[in-house]
């Protein structure tokens, strides 16, 4: 049967199954779309019945080329990445020649700004970029319980709670997932993304039971390109932490493997909560571009809502907030999601709300883990011993401004 005339959709493809359930959405509505796969990312075996070029981060050009060379138009991003290590990419012509572009893009800080640069960088080549919502719009979960189990009121307080924070945190372009109980913060997503986030704060809590996790967009949030997402992965390591579910916003959040999450969740007896917008609100991001800066800007806006000891901050791009592990915990976690491959120098940032004599450990990590400098309040004591372990370690110190 001759199929019906489209534009051609590419889908460049990270990791995780949404890729291939948005091509197989495609598929099904007269499309015929073409996949550019990541490596290290997205795998052949998940495509298989689709037109699939694995193509390496550095390869720019043959990218650019598969996606032209098929008569591609509108192109969708989807799936989860990590940022490569910039000095093990293999790279071609087109690369370099898109080099000031590409600098562009890793100068960009938090992932929002990245992925905003990277949007423009694609529209630049002349492809009009469309988000999950707009081409598979029966992936997005809608108002209300998503299976069986209802949201009860007590969890409703700590889910609007949860939606402040990551209202708190969008001008410095932090993750986009916390959990809260009895309005109290457990977790921050950094860098390392809502699975590994669960599954730290289920080793912190050693058994512990109730909570939300709230995944949230920041307000003003590329969602075409960053669009929160849930799956049975999610449920999984909502169970292993003991919350009692997880509130997201109606029409703005995907839903991969649908079913299989709805199943799980109902197994084993947490919710699934589609919740409304509420009022749009207007954020600025941070202008602040010095790494300790913006870490201390950081616990200060939080201060009201969130007492944390620490972040952790390099190339303006927000890799962990503490909340509740100590400064040492902090940067270790940190220093396991350096961004864009190791730098050969010193660089980032370790902003601490106090930093005592019981902070040696801290010290210590942030010396091994090769940030440049540990950023106090003006107004903290910090004594001679601190001193001499910050002297010994390599690092500077910095005290400046206050966390209010």
Same mark, same amino acid.
């Given at each position: ?25 495609? %598929? ?23 037109? !699939? ?13 598969? !996606? ?24 071609? !012509? &087109? %690369?370099? #020649?898109? +080099?000031? =572009? ?39 979960? &809608?108002? &209300? ?10 969890? $409703? ?6 939606? $402040?924070?990551?209202?708190?945190? @969008?001008? %410095? ?10 309005? =109290? ?14 599954? #730290?704060?289920?080793? $912190? ?52 493997? =649908?079913?299989?999450? @709805? ?7 947490? %919710? ?9 609100? *207007? ?32 190339? *303006? ?9 100590? +400064? ?15 730098? *050969?120098? =010193? ?16 010290? @210590?990590?942030? &010396? ?5 400098? +540990? ?21 500077? +110190? ?7």
């Amino acid at each position: 049967m001759q199929r019906k005339s489209h534009p051609v959709v590419g889908i460049l493809a990270g990791g995780g199954s949404l890729p291939r359930e948005i091509a197989d959405v495609l %598929f099904a509505d007269g499309h015929d779309p073409v996949i550019v796969g990541l490596e290290g990312e997205a795998s052949p075996r998940d495509f298989a019945g689709h037109d !699939f070029t694995l193509v390496n981060w550095g390869r720019i050009g043959q990218l650019l080329r598969t !996606f032209k060379s098929k008569g591609v138009t509108d192109l969708v991003i989807v799936g989860s990445v990590t940022r490569p290590d910039l000095w093990a990419i293999r790279t071609d !012509f &087109g %690369f370099w #020649r898109n +080099l000031p =572009r590409i600098f562009k893009i890793v100068a960009a800080g938090g992932d929002d700004s990245v992925l905003r640069r990277v949007v423009g960088f694609f529209e630049g080549h002349g492809f009009r970029v469309r988000g999950p919502a707009e081409v598979a719009p029966a992936l997005m979960i &809608g108002a &209300g319980p998503y299976g069986r189990v209802a949201m009860p009121a007590v969890a $409703q307080r700590d889910a609007d709670f949860g939606r $402040q924070i990551v209202a708190c945190l @969008a001008p %410095f372009d932090v993750g986009q997932a916390v959990v809260v109980t009895d309005g =109290r913060v457990l977790a921050i997503e950094g860098a390392e993304g809502t699975d590994a986030m669960l599954k #730290r704060l289920a080793a $912190q809590r050693g058994g512990g039971t109730g909570g939300v996790l709230v995944k949230w967009p920041k307000p003003g949030q590329e969602l075409r390109v960053d669009m929160p997402a849930i799956g049975p992965n999610t449920i999984a390591g909502m169970v292993a932490a003991g919350l009692q579910g997880v509130a997201v916003q109606a029409g703005a959040t995907l839903a991969a493997q =649908r079913g299989d999450m @709805a199943d799980a969740a109902d197994a084993a007896d947490v %919710f699934i909560a589609g919740m409304d917008a509420g009022a749009a609100e *207007r954020v600025t991001k941070t202008a602040l571009e010095d790494d300790g800066a913006i870490g201390l800007a950081l616990l200060g806006a939080l201060s009201p809502l969130v007492r944390s000891q620490g972040a952790v901050v390099v190339r *303006r791009h927000v890799l962990a907030v503490e909340t509740g592990e100590g +400064l040492a915990d902090l940067i270790t976690r940190a220093a396991e999601r350096r961004q864009w491959g190791r730098s *050969r120098k =010193r660089r980032g940032a370790v902003a601490c709300a106090a930093l005592t004599e019981g902070d040696m450990a801290a010290v @210590a990590a942030a &010396g091994a883990a090769g940030y440049e400098r +540990l950023v106090v309040p003006g107004d903290v004591v910090v004594s001679a011993a601190i001193r001499d372990a910050i002297r010994a370690t390599g690092l500077a +110190l910095d005290q400046r401004g206050s966390v209010g």
